[in-house]
């Protein structure tokens, strides 16, 4: 079946830090790749997502590339704000699997001044 | 544009007793999902519908979970009776049609406690 596997957190960075939050995944086909982000008290917001291999999403400073000889979907950001703490969380859609929303567990950022 | 709409936002219920949750998607959205997120790990997806047919009810226990989208638009998810262990936070999303490309769009949720 599908699956997304995600760093545990929390990742505690200082502020204009390098983030990576690592993804890998599970599927057969081809499947799309999302990062979703849920700030404090507030519902899932898609940051990006990439649709098919080598492709990089991108937003907000973000940057995720799906590497598909790799299963993997890594979040990466070159300089953190206190404003982007929040839980990322990884998902696929396959259309093997009915085109459902698999999600990761989950990271945790915690960004400090 | 209106986003997904879900009331209540927090619900507190002993075991045994019932709860519904209403989801109204976003205009013209033709899936709908609810997913259930248990404090510390990430959203699973109890029932999917395209417009008012099931696509995936596979998560869900239909022992005591039930889901219905009446005319394909609004939603309700039912849980009775209710357990500890439904305490999580029930999600409600749509997405414009189901492809593996589309963006499907969250609401806030809501809380559900059970003591």
């Known amino acids: 079946g599908n699956s997304v596997t995600q760093m545990e957190g929390p990742v505690t960075l200082s502020e204009e830090a390098f983030l990576t939050i690592n993804c890998t995944y599970t599927?057969?086909?081809?499947?799309?790749l999302f990062w979703y982000v849920q700030y404090p008290g507030e519902g899932l917001q898609l940051l990006l997502k990439?649709?098919?291999?080598?492709d990089k999403g991108s937003n907000k400073g973000f940057e995720a590339t799906y590497r598909k000889e790799t299963t993997s979907f890594h979040l990466e950001k070159g300089s953190v704000q206190v404003s982007d703490s929040a839980v990322y969380f990884c998902a696929l859609r396959n259309p093997g699997g009915g085109n459902k929303l698999t999600f990761g567990t989950g990271t945790q950022l915690k960004v400090e001044l | 544009e209106a986003g997904v709409a879900q009331s209540p936002r927090y619900k507190i219920i002993e075991k045994r007793q019932s709860v519904a949750f209403w989801c109204n998607p976003i205009s013209g959205h033709a899936t709908l999902y609810w997913y259930q997120q248990i404090l510390g790990q990430g959203p699973k997806l109890l029932i999917q519908?395209?417009?008012?047919?099931?696509?995936?009810d596979s998560q869900l226990p239909k022992d005591r979970f039930s889901a219905e989208r009446l005319k394909g638009v609004d939603s309700t998810l039912k849980i009775q009776p209710a357990k500890l262990e439904d305490s999580a936070v029930y999600l409600c999303?749509?997405?414009?049609?189901?492809?593996?490309?589309?963006?499907?769009?969250f609401g806030q949720g809501t809380r559900l406690t059970v003591v």
């Open positions: 519908f395209q417009n008012n047919g099931v696509v995936d």
């Open positions: 599927a057969t086909g081809y499947p799309s």
């Open positions: 990439a649709t098919k291999a080598d």
């Open positions: 999303a749509s997405s414009l049609d189901s492809q593996s490309f589309t963006e499907a769009f």
